[in-house]
């Protein structure tokens, strides 16, 4: 493993390990700040998931299993298990989670405005930082690739048998 990759999943990952402490920690403090995020996002997640699933509509739920996530998928992005699946949850619960603590367009007061675009854009930046490693292949061929060269490889192999066919035939 290249050690800046040894170096920077940790440092990535040690945002999400303390936010997710904190979501579990103070999930009904921080409830009140997601209920306008879960009342927009649940309905949706219901009309997209079959009648069986449930979508849970407490925001303390929200919170918990967000915060579960990020120790969950921080731990594994900090000890380079599962590196990219571990960066995309996380960037999955970044999203939400920014859009319900950092409303910097809803704030009054200028100092209050200021801290939360702060947070807003240093939370985009922890995304671009996250989107960078769910696509970190580590030098190695990513699915994408394989799959286009193993369906070249794969039509390449049956023009050979066919042209070997076809020349057995006449």
Same mark, same amino acid.
């Given at each position: 493993?290249?050690? @800046? ?5 940790? *440092? *990535?990952?040690?945002?999400? &390990?303390?936010? #997710? ?10 409830? !009140? ?20 699933? @449930? ?6 739920? %929200? ?13 594994? *992005? ?7 699946? @571990? +960066? ?5 619960? &970044?999203?939400? @989670?920014?859009? !319900?603590?950092?409303?910097? %367009?809803? !704030? ?18 922890? +995304?671009? #930082? /996250? /989107?960078?490693?769910? /696509? ?8 994408? %690739? ?7 490889? !794969? ?6 048998? #066919? ?8």
């Amino acid at each position: 493993m290249a050690l @800046s990759r040894l170096i920077a999943r940790p *440092l *990535l990952a040690s945002y999400f &390990l303390a936010n #997710g402490v904190q979501d579990l920690k103070d999930a009904p403090a921080l409830a !009140a700040q997601a209920a306008p995020v879960t009342e927009t996002v649940a309905p949706v997640l219901d009309n997209a998931t079959p009648e069986r699933v @449930s979508v849970p509509r407490d925001p303390v739920l %929200w919170v918990r299993t967000s915060g579960a996530v990020q120790l969950v998928a921080g731990l594994a *992005l900090a000890t380079g298990h599962f590196p990219r699946l @571990s +960066a995309a949850l996380l960037g999955g619960t &970044l999203v939400p @989670s920014t859009a !319900a603590r950092y409303r910097f %367009w809803e !704030a009054t007061d200028k100092e209050q405005r200021r801290e939360q675009l702060t947070h807003f854009v240093k939370n985009t930046a922890l +995304a671009g #930082g /996250l /989107l960078i490693a769910a /696509l970190d292949t580590a030098g190695k061929p990513g699915v994408a %690739w394989r799959a286009r060269h193993a369906t070249h490889d !794969a039509r390449r192999e049956a023009a050979l048998v #066919g042209a070997k066919v076809r020349a057995r035939v006449h």
